[in-house]
């Protein structure tokens, strides 16, 4: 979880491709809305804010699909 952020909820899944990984976490604040954080390596971390968890869904399934054309296997979830 980043700092300075008012998260009460959070769940990370990882893709790997070869030897890389990439991270995803959907965070739930405080306030009721979502983030959608990815990491790789080699790349600055995004950080997309969602009003609802509908919109947040919506954007973390487009993603799966990207990320699976892309060649990446997962999501590997943790808590």
Same mark, same amino acid.
């Given at each position: 979880?980043?700092?300075?952020?008012?998260?009460?909820?959070?769940?990370?899944?990882?893709?790997?491709?070869g030897?890389?990984?990439?991270?995803?976490?959907?965070?739930?604040?405080k306030?009721?809305?979502?983030?959608?954080?990815?990491?790789?390596?080699? *790349?600055?971390?995004?950080?997309?804010?969602? !009003?609802?968890?509908?919109? *947040?869904?919506?954007?973390?399934?487009?993603?799966?699909?990207?990320?699976?054309?892309?060649?990446? *296997?997962? !999501?590997?979830?943790?808590?």
């Amino acid at each position: 979880m980043r700092p300075g952020v008012d998260c009460i909820t959070a769940m990370f899944y990882f893709f790997q491709k070869g030897l890389d990984y990439l991270r995803c976490e959907i965070q739930g604040r405080k306030d009721g809305s979502f983030e959608l954080v990815i990491t790789e390596r080699d *790349a600055p971390e995004r950080v997309e804010q969602y !009003p609802t968890s509908q919109q *947040a869904e919506r954007r973390w399934t487009e993603l799966q699909d990207q990320f699976r054309t892309d060649g990446w *296997a997962g !999501p590997f979830g943790r808590e």
